[in-house]
């Protein structure tokens, strides 16, 4: 019968490419590493790898055991967390994914302050723009500010984001002010483009009924900061996060407008599997973000 730790090697070895940058994270030598991955080949009566002087490379069997043996690792590691979680020094490592927005607003200095509060917890922060596969991937908390369509994951609302449309003051002086959302469509929208698909359909509100308007422009990105930074170039009307554009507002290098029609929030969520409760470390974490964005949250609504 395979050993659990054997299997927990071999997830290790997968994840790190090399027999040596286990054995060196692990403080082994090359040849313990291979006889335990041997020894479990044998156990299992099947090759795992395809070795090269140059690689790794998993074979069929060795793919099917690294999906289900990776999922047993990070059971391990949850309970692991849930016994260093619950000290009165609490320990741990913390793996989150963030979309790049989020960070660069408010989440970046609110995680290092979570940092310096608990020095015996390290973390890894990825800023992407992707949707992460959590469980796939090893990640323990992702936030998201989509509606969540995935239901194996857990949401907690952290903040709503209230979005506005603006523009700059030179540009409306240029172009004229409008006054009711079908005034857009002789303007030059700034356009959100996600994923490869253009959000050129604003939802706004009229006569108490949501409108969802088409909207057209020259200049469409995939990045939001980069439509902001195209607003302050004059070179159109955006509809951004009000806590993108906060301080520009404020410091009136950006206008709002059509404020009676904008009524679009999205909610800020921390995001974990199903599968793997939080810890105490993890709710920490959960509970320090709310802390801080509810300390800022004039610049959200």
């Known amino acids: 019968m395979a050993k659990a730790d054997d299997m927990v090697l071999f997830v290790l070895v997968v994840d790190e490419g090399s027999f040596s940058r286990v054995a060196e994270k692990l403080a082994l030598t090359n040849s313990v590493v291979s006889k335990r991955i041997a020894r479990l080949e044998s156990s299992l009566n099947a090759q795992l790898f395809y070795r090269t002087t140059r690689k790794l490379?998993?074979?069929?069997?060795?793919?099917?055991?690294?999906?289900?043996?990776k999922i047993a690792k990070l059971a391990f590691q949850d309970a692991e967390n849930a016994v260093t979680g619950y000290g009165e020094n609490m320990t741990g490592h913390i793996r989150i994914?963030?979309?790049?927005?989020?960070?660069?607003?408010?989440?970046?200095?609110?995680?290092?302050?979570?940092?310096?509060k608990y020095p015996e917890i390290t973390v890894e922060l990825n800023i992407t723009n992707r949707i992460v596969d959590l469980v796939e991937e090893g990640f323990d908390l992702a936030i998201r500010t989509a509606e969540l369509e995935d239901s194996s994951l857990i949401a907690k609302r952290l903040i709503d984001s209230q979005w506005v449309i603006c523009a700059t003051q030179n540009y409306l002086?240029?172009?004229?002010?409008?006054?009711?959302?079908?005034?857009?469509h002789n303007h030059e929208c700034l356009i959100y483009k996600f994923d490869n698909t253009s959000?050129?359909?604003?939802?706004?509100?009229?006569?108490?009924?949501?409108?969802?308007?088409?909207?057209?422009?020259?200049?469409?990105?995939?990045?939001?900061?980069?439509?902001?930074?195209?607003a302050l170039a004059d070179l159109g009307i955006a509809f951004l996060p009000q806590a993108l554009v906060y301080n520009?507002?404020?410091?009136?290098?950006?206008?709002?407008?059509l404020q009676p029609f904008t009524?679009?929030?999205?909610?800020?969520?921390?995001?974990?599997?199903?599968?793997?409760?939080?810890?105490?470390?993890?709710?920490?974490?959960?509970?320090?973000l709310q802390t801080s964005l509810e300390a800022k949250k004039d610049y959200y609504y």
């Open 199 to 230: 959000s050129d359909l604003w939802p706004l509100y009229e006569d108490g009924a949501e409108l969802l308007l088409p909207v057209h422009g020259r200049f469409y990105s995939n990045h939001l900061s980069a439509i902001k930074h195209a």
């Open 248 to 257: 520009a507002l404020q410091e009136q290098r950006l206008v709002q407008i």
């Open 173 to 184: 002086n240029q172009h004229g002010t409008p006054k009711t959302p079908k005034a857009l």
């Open 97 to 116: 994914t963030t979309p790049v927005v989020s960070a660069d607003l408010l989440l970046s200095p609110a995680i290092a302050e979570f940092c310096k």
């Open 57 to 69: 490379s998993l074979t069929d069997a060795g793919r099917t055991l690294y999906n289900k043996a």
């Open 263 to 288: 009524r679009k929030r999205m909610g800020m969520y921390a995001v974990y599997p199903k599968a793997r409760q939080p810890d105490q470390k993890l709710k920490q974490l959960v509970t320090h």
